[in-house]
């Protein structure tokens, strides 16, 4: 389908559709959206989600973000594995038996 399906799907809900960045920063919402929050493009694109939120709200907002950041759980993994090799602390059990 691609983007422009995909563009004509969110224009065409009853939804607020956004997309953010992966800095959290708003770059798209569909006129749904908008109009639900009464509100212009130009005044919320490419400003933080977080504005958007006071309090607990904002928080929960700013963790979400931080969250989507981080390297999936495999790639965290590899890198520690890495890091623990190149330190000499790898837990190979082969490499332990072949020290005892």
């Given at each position: 389908?691609?983007?422009?399906?995909?563009?004509?799907?969110?224009?065409?809900?009853?939804?607020?559709?956004?997309i953010?960045?992966?800095?959290?920063?708003?770059?798209?919402?569909?006129?749904e959206?908008?109009?639900?929050?009464?509100?212009?493009?130009?005044?919320?694109?490419?400003?933080?989600?977080?504005?958007?939120?006071?309090?607990?709200?904002?928080?929960?907002?700013?963790?979400?973000?931080?969250?989507?950041?981080?390297?999936?759980?495999?790639?965290?993994?590899?890198?520690?594995?890495?890091?623990?090799?190149?330190?000499?602390?790898a837990?190979?059990?082969r490499?332990?038996?072949?020290?005892?």
């Amino acid at each position: 389908m691609g983007c422009i399906g995909n563009r004509r799907i969110a224009e065409h809900t009853g939804d607020c559709v956004k997309i953010l960045d992966l800095e959290g920063r708003l770059v798209f919402m569909n006129r749904e959206g908008l109009r639900i929050l009464e509100v212009e493009a130009a005044h919320v694109l490419n400003r933080p989600i977080v504005d958007f939120f006071n309090g607990e709200m904002r928080v929960a907002a700013a963790a979400e973000v931080a969250e989507v950041r981080r390297p999936p759980a495999d790639e965290r993994d590899e890198k520690r594995t890495r890091k623990q090799r190149k330190c000499g602390m790898a837990s190979d059990h082969r490499s332990s038996a072949r020290r005892a």
